[in-house]
């Protein structure tokens, strides 16, 4: 296989995972208490009170990125910055904060949940994202663009993904020359499940986790190194 069908390796910048619940009444000090509880197990190091509730966060350090979790009234959002970190370990920190919440207040149900996974691909042939997307993308040159009387470049494109059969999430996906290095494709992917998952089958989560992570990671890089055949 030439080095343009290679399917290019994703370096994960940043994944987050919003959990949309019914609006709840919890105190900071319960949030300080799970903070207390799981701070061994989710490598969180730093609580910080906030105007809707708190957020919990690792220590920022060279190459390993940075953890938090923020709680609001409605909504309980996990992030993950800089050096990646797969779906399994996400999902149990996501596993150990609920479970620690659920002692002290009642979530019965996620109404809705969304996953963005942002990563970066180098462009299949080395060359510049811009002109690789106008050519292999779109099959477009300069004199394509003589009609509108300027310059023009393809800085990106966006692609849906509706759900195939019924649980599947909705993928949103944003790929773009990225602008801190022309030769590399920035992704945005965003996963939306809106139907309701009650809290005692959080397992379902973790595969819906997994089969997102699988679209961003494999299906999108194998896509884009198709387009240079």
């Not at 920022?60 to 910055?81: A, C, H, L, N, W």
């Not at 050519?135 to 393809?154: Q, S, V, Y």
């Not at 945005?188 to 997994?210: C, H, I, N, S, Y």
Request: charged share 20%; with cysteine; proline share 6%.
């Amino acid at each position: 296989m030439t080095e343009s069908m290679s399917a290019p390796d994703p370096s994960t910048l940043g994944v987050s995972v919003d959990l949309i619940h019914l609006p709840i009444q919890v105190t900071a000090e319960m949030l300080r208490e799970v903070y207390v509880e799981v701070s061994g197990t989710c490598g969180y190091e730093n609580f910080t009170r906030t105007a809707t509730g708190a957020q919990l966060q690792s220590s920022p350090e060279p190459g390993s990125g940075v953890s938090r979790v923020t709680f609001g009234k409605d909504r309980i959002q996990f992030e993950e910055q800089g050096a990646g970190t797969g779906s399994e370990v996400l999902f149990r920190r996501i596993e150990e904060v609920f479970r620690s919440l659920g002692q002290r207040v009642n979530i019965p149900m996620i109404v809705a949940r969304t996953r963005t996974h942002r990563t970066l691909l180098r462009v299949p042939s080395g060359g510049n994202a811009a002109t690789w997307l106008a050519e292999k993308a779109f099959h477009l040159d300069g004199d394509d663009f003589n009609a509108i009387g300027r310059p023009a470049t393809i800085s990106g494109l966006r692609l849906q993904l509706p759900p195939q059969v019924q649980g599947e999430a909705n993928h949103l996906v944003r790929i773009e020359a990225w602008l801190k290095d022309p030769r590399s494709l920035f992704v945005e992917d965003v996963a939306t499940w809106r139907f309701p998952l009650p809290t005692t089958q959080m397992e379902k989560l973790g595969q819906d986790l997994r089969a997102a992570e699988e679209v961003t990671a494999v299906g999108i890089p194998s896509w884009v190194a198709s387009l240079g055949r």
